[in-house]
Protein backbone atom coordinates (compact mmCIF):
# COMPACT_ATOMS: atom_id res chain seq x y z
CA UNK A 1 0.00 0.00 0.00
CA UNK A 2 0.80 3.59 -0.16
CA UNK A 3 0.21 6.04 2.39
CA UNK A 4 0.97 9.27 1.77
CA UNK A 5 0.69 12.08 3.80
CA UNK A 6 0.66 16.29 3.53
CA UNK A 7 1.70 18.04 6.73
CA UNK A 8 -0.30 21.16 7.41
CA UNK A 9 -2.29 23.06 10.08
CA UNK A 10 -6.40 22.85 9.27
CA UNK A 11 -7.91 25.61 10.08
CA UNK A 12 -9.07 27.58 7.24
CA UNK A 13 -6.87 30.86 8.05
CA UNK A 14 -3.73 28.87 7.78
CA UNK A 15 -4.96 27.26 4.53
CA UNK A 16 -2.78 29.45 2.02
CA UNK A 17 0.44 29.55 4.57
CA UNK A 18 4.01 28.27 3.54
CA UNK A 19 3.39 25.75 6.34
CA UNK A 20 0.69 24.13 4.83
CA UNK A 21 2.41 23.37 1.59
CA UNK A 22 2.04 19.74 1.93
CA UNK A 23 -1.72 19.71 2.41
CA UNK A 24 -1.69 21.49 -1.16
CA UNK A 25 0.49 19.11 -2.87
CA UNK A 26 -1.51 16.22 -1.68
CA UNK A 27 -5.12 18.23 -2.75
CA UNK A 28 -3.50 19.06 -5.91
CA UNK A 29 -2.70 14.97 -6.07
CA UNK A 30 -5.91 13.98 -4.67
CA UNK A 31 -8.00 16.90 -7.25
CA UNK A 32 -5.81 15.25 -9.81
CA UNK A 33 -7.12 11.52 -9.25
CA UNK A 34 -10.78 12.97 -8.89
CA UNK A 35 -10.59 11.82 -5.24
CA UNK A 36 -12.34 13.68 -1.97
CA UNK A 37 -11.17 13.47 1.75
CA UNK A 38 -14.41 11.90 2.73
CA UNK A 39 -13.31 10.12 5.62
CA UNK A 40 -12.03 11.40 9.11
CA UNK A 41 -9.73 8.76 10.74
CA UNK A 42 -6.95 8.61 12.76
CA UNK A 43 -7.28 11.91 13.78
CA UNK A 44 -6.85 12.71 9.82
CA UNK A 45 -9.21 13.78 7.08
CA UNK A 46 -8.10 10.59 4.69
CA UNK A 47 -9.14 9.38 1.13
CA UNK A 48 -8.66 6.01 0.29
CA UNK A 49 -8.96 4.43 -3.05
CA UNK A 50 -7.08 1.40 -5.28
CA UNK A 51 -4.46 2.55 -7.94
CA UNK A 52 -3.10 0.26 -10.12
CA UNK A 53 -4.21 -2.66 -7.81
CA UNK A 54 -2.05 -1.10 -4.75
CA UNK A 55 -4.68 0.64 -1.72
CA UNK A 56 -3.73 4.31 -1.61
CA UNK A 57 -4.52 6.03 1.12
CA UNK A 58 -4.08 10.55 1.27
CA UNK A 59 -4.42 12.28 4.88
CA UNK A 60 -3.96 15.20 5.75
CA UNK A 61 -3.52 15.18 9.68
CA UNK A 62 -5.87 17.28 12.19
CA UNK A 63 -3.94 17.48 14.55
CA UNK A 64 -1.33 20.80 15.27
CA UNK A 65 1.80 20.33 13.11
CA UNK A 66 4.22 20.03 15.52
CA UNK A 67 1.75 16.63 16.89
CA UNK A 68 1.50 15.06 13.42
CA UNK A 69 3.59 11.99 14.74
CA UNK A 70 0.44 11.22 15.98
CA UNK A 71 -1.98 11.19 13.40
CA UNK A 72 0.72 9.24 11.34
CA UNK A 73 1.67 6.82 14.28
CA UNK A 74 -2.36 5.97 14.64
CA UNK A 75 -2.52 5.58 10.69
CA UNK A 76 -0.02 3.54 10.28
CA UNK A 77 -1.30 1.19 12.39
CA UNK A 78 -4.83 1.34 11.31
CA UNK A 79 -3.77 0.38 7.77
CA UNK A 80 -1.74 -2.06 9.35
CA UNK A 81 1.19 -0.14 6.99
CA UNK A 82 5.05 -0.63 7.75
CA UNK A 83 7.25 2.76 7.67
CA UNK A 84 8.19 1.68 4.36
CA UNK A 85 4.70 2.52 2.97
CA UNK A 86 4.85 6.17 3.80
CA UNK A 87 5.63 9.14 2.43
CA UNK A 88 5.26 12.89 4.04
CA UNK A 89 5.10 15.77 1.98
CA UNK A 90 6.45 19.23 4.17
CA UNK A 91 7.64 22.54 4.06
CA UNK A 92 10.93 23.44 4.49
CA UNK A 93 12.70 26.62 5.75
CA UNK A 94 16.35 24.86 5.04
CA UNK A 95 15.67 24.62 1.25
CA UNK A 96 15.89 27.68 -0.73
CA UNK A 97 12.19 28.43 -2.04
CA UNK A 98 11.13 26.57 -4.81
CA UNK A 99 13.20 23.43 -4.32
CA UNK A 100 12.16 20.02 -4.21
CA UNK A 101 13.90 17.36 -2.56
CA UNK A 102 12.80 13.96 -2.64
CA UNK A 103 14.49 11.26 -0.44
CA UNK A 104 14.20 7.46 0.64
CA UNK A 105 14.81 8.05 4.72
CA UNK A 106 16.61 10.72 7.00
CA UNK A 107 16.52 12.51 9.68
CA UNK A 108 14.04 15.28 10.71
CA UNK A 109 16.45 18.29 9.67
CA UNK A 110 14.70 21.26 11.89
CA UNK A 111 10.97 20.69 10.95
CA UNK A 112 8.91 20.49 14.45
CA UNK A 113 6.33 18.31 12.57
CA UNK A 114 9.29 15.53 11.27
CA UNK A 115 10.59 15.77 14.62
CA UNK A 116 7.67 14.64 16.49
CA UNK A 117 6.51 11.73 13.49
CA UNK A 118 10.42 10.23 13.57
CA UNK A 119 9.75 10.26 17.50
CA UNK A 120 6.42 8.79 17.36
CA UNK A 121 7.30 6.30 14.97
CA UNK A 122 10.78 5.43 16.08
CA UNK A 123 11.94 5.20 12.52
CA UNK A 124 13.13 8.00 9.94
CA UNK A 125 12.93 4.69 7.38
CA UNK A 126 10.38 6.52 5.55
CA UNK A 127 10.17 8.43 1.93
CA UNK A 128 10.11 12.65 2.01
CA UNK A 129 9.14 15.19 -0.39
CA UNK A 130 10.25 18.69 0.83
CA UNK A 131 9.40 21.89 -0.51
CA UNK A 132 12.03 24.23 0.38
CA UNK A 133 10.15 27.92 1.91
CA UNK A 134 13.40 29.54 2.59
CA UNK A 135 15.33 31.71 3.81
CA UNK A 136 12.94 33.51 6.28
CA UNK A 137 13.19 37.43 5.62
CA UNK A 138 15.31 38.72 8.18
CA UNK A 139 12.41 41.23 9.59
CA UNK A 140 10.51 38.09 10.83
CA UNK A 141 10.68 35.72 13.24
CA UNK A 142 10.63 32.10 12.06
CA UNK A 143 6.91 31.34 13.08
CA UNK A 144 5.74 34.50 11.28
CA UNK A 145 6.91 33.71 8.18
CA UNK A 146 6.09 30.07 8.04
CA UNK A 147 2.51 30.68 8.94
CA UNK A 148 2.36 34.16 6.13
CA UNK A 149 0.27 33.53 3.17
CA UNK A 150 1.96 32.36 -0.40
CA UNK A 151 2.11 34.89 -3.18
CA UNK A 152 0.25 33.25 -5.51
CA UNK A 153 1.97 35.12 -7.77
CA UNK A 154 5.42 33.64 -7.12
CA UNK A 155 5.21 31.12 -10.00
CA UNK A 156 8.83 29.77 -9.06
CA UNK A 157 6.95 27.93 -6.17
CA UNK A 158 3.41 26.98 -6.83
CA UNK A 159 5.40 25.29 -9.65
CA UNK A 160 7.49 23.26 -6.72
CA UNK A 161 3.84 22.30 -5.49
CA UNK A 162 2.88 21.00 -8.56
CA UNK A 163 6.58 18.74 -9.17
CA UNK A 164 5.65 17.85 -5.23
CA UNK A 165 2.35 16.26 -5.81
CA UNK A 166 3.74 14.67 -9.49
CA UNK A 167 6.41 13.36 -7.48
CA UNK A 168 3.38 12.23 -5.62
CA UNK A 169 1.36 10.49 -8.21
CA UNK A 170 5.10 9.02 -9.47
CA UNK A 171 5.01 7.03 -6.41
CA UNK A 172 2.01 5.09 -6.40
CA UNK A 173 2.03 4.84 -10.19
CA UNK A 174 5.01 2.47 -8.98
CA UNK A 175 7.52 4.27 -10.56
CA UNK A 176 10.92 3.06 -9.01
CA UNK A 177 11.93 5.66 -6.38
CA UNK A 178 15.51 6.06 -7.80
CA UNK A 179 14.05 7.80 -11.17
CA UNK A 180 11.20 9.77 -9.31
CA UNK A 181 13.91 11.58 -7.06
CA UNK A 182 16.22 11.94 -10.77
CA UNK A 183 12.70 13.41 -12.53
CA UNK A 184 11.51 15.35 -9.46
CA UNK A 185 14.41 16.49 -8.05
CA UNK A 186 14.73 20.49 -8.33
Known amino acids: MHLIVGLGNYESKYLMTYHNVGFMAVDLLAE ?14 CSEFQFKGEKVVIAKPLTFMNLSGESVKELLKHYN ?18 VVRIRKSGGPGTHNGMRNIVENLGDD ?14 NMELYQYVLSNIDVNDENFITAVKNASAA ?6 QIPFELVMNRRNK
Open 32 to 45: KLNKEFDKRICRAL
Open 168 to 173: LSDIIS
Open 125 to 138: NFARIRIGIGPKPE
Open 81 to 98: ATVGELTVVYDDIDLKKG
